[in-house]
């Protein structure tokens, strides 16, 4: 008897108290897991969502019970949904991580035991994370405990972040102006991405009434190339073109700043006025739109 429930990874020990009497107890098994982890998005990028597969294997004769996954992600990712449950297991309690957790971690399963040495069973897990701003490039941590194991820790990988350019843009102006007088407006374009922001051209659309009158500053710490400036008197002013640099090792954005002043009719009403900005770089085939932003207030004059 105790041969054949070997093959179950157990074993059963028996003493006899009498003699028609057995006392027996039930042994379990080594349990032996292992665990990997792939990157299923190596190309994803900043403000992306990067896909992580995590194969859990039963290599041992015993059934593995409690099996929990934890996933400790580098800084700057966050779980967002878990996209894949399969493989041979069976879950006989439902754990599942909150979104936004830096921890998440889910359970809680049997594994069966091997069929063969050679042919494990297998528990396939697929999770979706947030790719933040700039991640660091520290390695992500996976861990599979269970009731009758020790830890088993999948070997840590570094989760791939494309290099790309990420803008914002930050626009302001010079409020309350008279008609007949001069708005003045401050376009700045910060760049906290890991690549530079290249062939960088912006457009101002001025409200009516509204013309171009003068580029009081171009500061930063861009760098121009080829030189568009706006034409006198103009409604859409438009500057190219720059490279706005990487985020500086200091953790300093890359900088672009525009100030420039606009000339408003005599005539005009009083009321808010605002503009709209557009920037366009990378030769991406979707500008980036900032509309009706940091309106000014015209008031007649005495």
């Known amino acids: 008897m105790n041969h054949g429930l070997r093959g179950l990874g157990v074993l059963l020990t028996c003493l006899l108290t009498a003699p028609s009497v057995a006392s027996c107890t039930v042994l379990g098994g080594t349990v032996t897991l292992t665990a990997v982890q792939k990157d299923l998005s190596p190309h994803a990028s900043p403000r992306d969502f990067k896909t992580i597969e995590v194969t859990v294997s039963n290599f041992s004769a015993s059934v593995a019970r409690g099996v929990v996954v934890q996933d400790r992600l580098p800084s700057q990712f966050t779980f967002v949904s878990t996209t894949k449950v399969g493989g041979d297991a069976i879950r006989t309690q439902t754990l599942e991580p909150g979104i936004g957790s830096p921890s998440p971690s889910w359970g809680t399963w049997s594994l069966p035991a091997a069929s063969s040495p050679t042919h494990p069973a297998t528990l396939d897990l697929q999770f979706e994370v947030a790719v933040g701003r700039a991640p660091a490039n520290t390695p992500n941590f996976v861990n ?17 972040v494309v290099p790309t350019p990420i803008v914002d843009m930050l626009i302001s102006s010079r409020s309350p102006v008279a008609a007949g007088g001069t708005a003045q407006y401050t376009i700045e374009l910060r760049n906290t991405g890991l690549a530079a922001a290249d062939s960088v051209f912006v457009v101002a659309s001025l409200s009516s009434g509204f013309l171009y009158a003068n580029t009081d500053q171009l500061s930063g710490n861009s760098i121009r190339g080829a030189v568009t400036d706006p034409l006198a008197a103009s409604l859409l002013p438009s500057w190219g073109t720059w490279a706005i640099p990487p985020s500086q090792p200091d953790g300093s954005a890359g900088v672009l700043r525009i100030v420039f002043s606009c000339k408003v009719a005599a005539d005009e009403p009083a009321g808010q006025y605002p503009i709209s900005v557009t920037v366009t770089y990378n030769g991406l085939p979707t500008a980036q739109t900032a509309a009706d932003q940091a309106p000014v207030t015209v008031v007649k004059g005495h």
Do not use: C, M
């Open 144 to 160: 599979v405990s269970s009731d009758a194991s020790d830890p088993t820790a999948a070997p840590p990988i570094v989760l791939t």
